[in-house]
């Protein structure tokens, strides 16, 4: 591990230090970072989205951070900078960006899908490209990572390719009633650290680390991967070939912020991320668990070992859809197919469930279900 990794790897831990039970948010945000690719953070007002982005934006030195708020009304000016007058009175229409988004090294967008279409291409392009278009002007953007965030998804048709330049997806929630009596320490100490001495990285290191990402060797999951990709595309999630390319460069970043200099199987955990509807969450969580559980190596990536706490009801409610499609005349054979992955996945994430009464009933309606499919074929 180098020098720059170590730097990186001491901010994130810093900062979950700070936010109890935020561990995975934070480990993609650094991934995002070395990755140079772009975050969504879904969650609730109070669920520490910008307390986080704001205390990483601190931890980079040197490096000019943007942030701003977006409503219906935003204009182009209030992000990427107003017309330069003095080019204006000279027939050029040249955008004056100091300390504006273009300039940035991290930029965070709250409320991003109440961007309205005065800026909407201006910030597609510079989210996909990292380029500034306007008029004649087109500057490659400094950007590291772009963060955005918001309370909803979007139901526009417009704003969802506003969403997909975003490859990671993190649903923010309100920490385990468990550790409620953690977060209020910490929230305590909170004003505190914001003022103390706290680890530092120059944006040149993370550059760094972006070139130096880049030459880990995925030869080793790749077959994984491709397998993991089908399973994905089956399963409803919308995977494009460009998605699937740019997924690696995650990967790449996980297993060169873990010490290594080639993937393992366990670095797969980052696309349960990579979800388009809260519905899919839990079924891709299913999904690459299944995967990583195959992992030979015996030590996996630390955020591989993280299990998200199934709900037995909902998984209930999912079995129940799955056996109602499943027994529908007009389903095709191919989306039976389908009903027979996700049902594989839902019994995965069952086992993870506490309660013995609980589990006990789940598997009478898998194995019910099981039944069904058994007879029909």
Known sequence: MNKSSVQLNEVLSYIKDTFVGKDSIIELLGICLVARENAFLLGPPGTAKSAIVRMLSSCIKGGK???YLLTRFTEPSEIFGPFDIRKLKEGD????TEGMLP?????????????NSAILNSLLTALNEKIFRRGKQHISLPVLTFIGASNLLPEEETLEALLDRFLIRVKCENVDPEELEKVLIAGWKLDKRRTSEKPQIS???????QAEARSVDLSPIQKDYLNLIHSMRNAGVKVSDRRAVKFQNLIAASAYLAGR???????LWILKYTWDTEEQIDILSGMVNTVIENDPEEKKHPQAQVQQKPDAEQLLTEIQDLESKFTDPNTSMEEKN????????????????????????LQEKIDTLWQ???EST
């Open 372 to 374: 069904i499919i058994l």
């Open 103 to 115: 300039e940035a090294s991290m930029v965070f967008l709250d409320e991003i899908f109440n961007a």
């Open 65 to 67: 951070n943007f942030e």
């Open 203 to 209: 944006p040149e290191s993370i550059q760094e680390m």
């Open 338 to 361: 389908v009903i027979k992955d996700k049902l594989r996945y839902v019994q995965a994430r069952s086992k993870w469930i506490q309660k013995a009464e609980h589990k006990s009933i």
């Open 261 to 267: 200099t080639h993937a393992v199987i366990s670095d």
């Open 93 to 96: 229409l040249v955008t004056n």
